[in-house]
């Protein structure tokens, strides 16, 4: 995936495959922001985890138990977490869905898995 200059873009990137139930889809980002579109099925779970960027989450569809800097809450579609650098986060997915991610700035470590 390049930089994105064009101001449209069109939901045909493919998902990759993560495992245990996990994929996601880059939408676009450049150098300041990304936004990932993260799909989970049933009990899937994204481990708790830390990283320099700010990271803001939508609940797009599906019901998560969503973990952020040691407080627990039950978010469904609608709803969404921010989750502040360095604050370790996490979900558990309860009904499957999918996550709309936004990141700053981008998460330059995606892209070398």
């Keep these: ?3 994105k200059k ?10 990759e495959d993560l495992g245990e139930g996990v994929s996601r889809q880059f939408v676009g980002y450049n150098s300041q922001v990304m ?13 708790l985890h830390q990283h320099f960027h700010s990271q803001i989450t939508y609940v797009a569809s599906g019901k ?14 609608g709803d969404g977490f921010f989750a502040q650098p360095n604050i370790f986060h996490g979900v ?5 869905g999918q996550l709309i991610d936004a990141f700053t700035p981008f998460r330059e470590d995606f892209l070398k898995e």
């Excluded at 064009?6 to 998902?15: H, I, K, M, S, T």
């Excluded at 936004?35 to 481990?47: N, Q, R």
């Excluded at 998560?64 to 809450?73: A, L, N, S, Y």
């Design 1 to 3: 995936m390049h930089f």
């Design 6 to 15: 064009e101001p449209f873009f069109e939901g045909n990137c493919g998902w």
């Design 35 to 47: 936004m990932v579109i993260v799909k989970f099925e049933k009990d899937a779970i994204g481990a």
């Design 64 to 77: 998560f138990e969503v973990t952020v800097d040691g407080e627990t809450k039950v978010l469904q579609q």
């Design 92 to 96: 558990k997915c309860l009904e499957a």
